[in-house]
C-alpha cells in the first residue's frame, strides 16, 4: 500500500519561511517523479513544483520561482519543500504527490494546512 504523508504545515506570518516534508513508503521512491500542489479555499489545484527521480531537475510555478525549493533524499524517501518569503497568497493545503515511473500510477498525500497571516 502506497503512503504519502506530509507534514510542516502551520501559521506563519508573512515573510516567514516552513519546510514540508513528504515522507512516501510502499512505492519505489528513487523511481518516482515527486511534485508539491497547493489548493486554496474556492480554488483549483495548482502545481507548486516537481523534482525528477534522481533529483537532477527541478520545476517551479512562476508564483514561487526564487522563493521555493524542492529537494529529495532518496535514501530516507522524502520530498521537501522549503518555502521561504512566505505571502499571504501562498496560504493552501499543500499535497505531495507521487508518479511511480515504472508504471504510471499517481498517488496523493492527505494535505498540510500552510496559513500565512500576520
Known amino acids: 500500500q502506497v503512503r504519502l504523508v506530509e507534514s510542516g504545515g502551520g501559521l506563519v506570518q508573512p515573510g516567514g519561511s516552513l519546510r514540508l516534508s513528504c515522507a512516501a513508503s510502499g512505492l519505489p521512491f528513487s523511481r518516482s517523479t515527486m511534485s508539491w500542489y497547493r489548493q486554496a479555499a474556492g480554488q483549483e489545484r495548482e502545481l507548486v513544483a516537481m523534482i525528477t527521480s534522481a533529483g537532477s531537475m527541478t520545476n517551479f510555478a512562476d508564483s514561487v520561482k526564487g522563493r521555493f525549493t524542492i529537494s529529495r533524499d532518496n535514501a530516507k524517501a522524502t520530498v521537501y519543500l522549503q518555502m521561504n518569503s512566505l505571502k499571504p497568497e501562498d496560504t493552501a493545503v499543500y499535497y505531495c504527490?507521487?508518479?511511480?515511473?515504472?508504471?504510471?500510477?499517481?498517488?496523493w498525500g492527505q494535505g498540510t494546512q500552510v496559513t500565512v497571516s500576520s
Open positions: 504527490k507521487a508518479i511511480d515511473l515504472t508504471n504510471g500510477n499517481g498517488y
